[in-house]
T-cell receptor
Framework: ETGVTQSPTHLIKTRGQQVTLRCSSQ?????VSWYQQALGQGPQFIFQ???????GRGNFPPRFSGLQFPNYSSELNVNALELDDSALYLC??????????????FGNGTRLTVT | GNSVTQMEGPVTLSEEAFLTINCTYT??????LFWYVQYPGEGLQLLLK?????DKGSNKGFEATYRKETTSFHLEKGSVQVSDSAVYFC???????????FGTGTSLTVIP
């Protein structure tokens, strides 16, 4: 069983640039969620994708956007990067979007640094 | 709103000591509760969960009991090992919602 994989592992960008982060979900999982984890903080929900549609969004501005592909892999795009976007970005997959009994399976994350 | 509050860290214990990490929550509905663990350089891994009041989740010697009356889900282990050194996150979700709410994490270091 293949777990959740994210790429790249590390990334350095300049303020104002755009970035794309990628995630392959665990085999058999059709739902992907993205979380932002700032240093010393818990993960914060960005959004979830289910069947290629956005299925819920946290308190993040529209410059955070995403995609899900037919194979359930996903991308997170962030435009107009700000210094505060520096964080670990975690992708998590699950069996279905109603997650009370379907826990998240996380990747190792992408460490984004904005200078 | 929905939120999770964890005890402040870092926590340093000697091997074989007893561990308690406190977690309390506020929720607008009936939550499911989770503990996740993050080892250095890795993503979060599910440690245990409980989906209704008085349920006890357990895994790898760790336990937590869902206490609705005190809105708590404290993590315990009777005898910690050096390999338990990690950051522990308490989290909740309100089914059938899709957003997990995490605490800020508690760093645990176990010394030989």
């Amino acid at each position: 069983e293949t777990g959740v994989t994210q790429s790249p592992t590390h990334l350095i960008k300049t303020r104002g640039q755009q970035v794309t982060l990628r995630c392959s979900s665990q085999s058999g999982h059709n739902t992907v969620s993205w979380y932002q984890q700032a240093l010393g903080q818990g993960p914060q929900f960005i959004f979830q994708y289910y069947r290629e549609e956005e299925n819920g969004r946290g308190n993040f501005p529209p410059r955070f956007s995403g995609l899900q592909f037919p194979n359930y892999s996903s991308e997170l795009n962030v435009n107009a990067l700000e210094l505060d976007d520096s964080a670990l970005y975690l992708c998590a997959s699950s069996l279905d979007p109603g997650q009370g009994n379907s826990p998240l399976h996380f990747g190792n994350g992408t460490r984004l640094t904005v200078t | 709103g929905n939120s999770v509050t964890q005890m402040e860290g870092p926590v340093t214990l000697s091997e074989e000591a007893f561990l308690t990490i406190n977690c309390t929550y506020t929720a607008t509905g009936y939550p499911s509760l989770f503990w996740y663990v993050q080892y250095p350089g890795e993503g979060l891994q599910l440690l245990l969960k409980a989906t209704k009041a008085d349920d006890k989740g357990s895994n790898k010697g760790f336990e937590a009991t869902y206490r609705k009356e005190t809105t708590s889900f404290h993590l315990e282990k009777g005898s910690v090992q050096v390999s338990d050194s990690a950051v522990y996150f308490c989290a909740l979700i309100i089914p059938p919602g899709n957003q997990f709410y995490f605490g800020t994490g508690t760093s645990l270091t176990v010394i030989p």
